[in-house]
């Protein structure tokens, strides 16, 4: 199997939740193979989601320290469609973890083998503790019965990281890396687009400035908010340092996280793809732009 084409997807806008005066994203990868059909990397909000978001996400989510935009066209199986594409050729889905901002379109998607960490599996089956029940909605994750593919701690190291291995039916060019720490199985998710890799590290950071800059920043709300969020701290931290160490060897390697909407727009740009549901807050200023990207180390504003 190779991957053919690489196409970067929104599937929300998050207006709670900003970085340097731009509203974070669910980035999510979709991926054209030669022979394994299309695979999504996440799949973000879904089509359900949008129907009704606080009976689907949680009233807080829906209401409170997210409030995404209510637009069903960013929901992945419409952006799918809106390609030209079948969503019954989406046979396989890769989840960095299973956070509800992550997995909400895996419904729209049933046929497909879903690819997942063991260990963030059995996590969000448990739900133990409070942080669990808010982040793992049962729902979404078991009402359709998806076809669950795990992996275990087993693999090669790769690049100054453990255990990693590549997928079943996927072969070598999609590869699953612990990067443990937001969640209990939390892994980041490198592709092989056969010109470079891609390597999508989910929730592991926020804001780009945490990786790509020689001084570690991170603007003030992501910094809270990954403060909440976070179950494992201090492998959060050591697995930060091994993106930062894999940024400063390897620059040429593109890293992303999930939400960073400067990450985004580079990416999709790049990709030769229109940007969707990007939208600046009160706060943001021109030059925010190559600041929030961490291209620059001058001094960014705080939000």
């Known amino acids: 199997m190779a991957i053919t084409r690489v196409h970067h997807l929104n599937t929300a806008s998050l207006q709670t939740l900003s970085v340097l005066g731009q509203h974070l994203v669910c980035h999510v990868l979709l991926l054209e193979t030669s022979d394994s059909g299309l695979v999504l990397v996440d799949t973000g909000l879904g089509s359900t989601d949008y129907l009704d978001m606080p009976a689907r996400l949680g009233w807080e989510f829906a209401k409170v320290y997210a ?25 396989h ?33 448990r739900r133990d503790g409070f942080r669990a029940r808010r982040r793992y909605r049962p ?43 937001h969640t209990h199985g939390h892994c980041g998710v490198v592709v092989n687009t056969g010109d470079g890799w891609l390597l999508d590290a989910g929730d592991a950071y926020f804001d780009a ?25 201090d492998n959060g931290r050591v697995n930060q340092d091994r993106l930062r160490a894999l940024h400063a060897d390897r620059p040429e390697i593109d890293i992303f996280c999930g939400h960073n909407p400067f990450e985004y727009l580079d990416l999709v740009e790049k990709s030769g793809g229109t940007p969707r549901g990007i939208g600046p807050t009160r706060r943001w200023k021109p030059g925010n732009r190559r600041i929030g990207s961490a291209v620059s180390a001058e001094p960014a504003e705080r939000r």
């Open 139 to 181: 729902k979404m994750l078991f009402a359709h019965n998806p076809k669950w593919r795990t992996y275990s701690h087993g693999g090669e190291p790769w690049m100054g990281f453990e255990a990693v291995r590549g997928l079943a039916e996927l072969g070598d060019d999609i590869l699953l890396v612990p990067l443990f720490g």
């Open 67 to 91: 409030r995404p935009t209510v637009d069903p066209s960013l929901a992945a199986i419409e952006q799918v469609k809106a390609m030209g594409f079948d969503p019954r050729d989406v046979r």
């Open 93 to 125: 889905i890769v989840q960095t973890h299973l956070d509800l901002d992550h997995v909400g379109g895996l419904s729209d998607f049933p046929e497909a083998l879903v690819h997942v960490h063991a260990t963030e599996l059995d996590a969000a089956r």
């Open 209 to 233: 400035r945490e990786i790509k800059l020689p001084e570690r920043k991170c603007g003030p709300m992501p910094a809270f908010f990954q403060l909440i969020v976070t179950t494992e701290r």
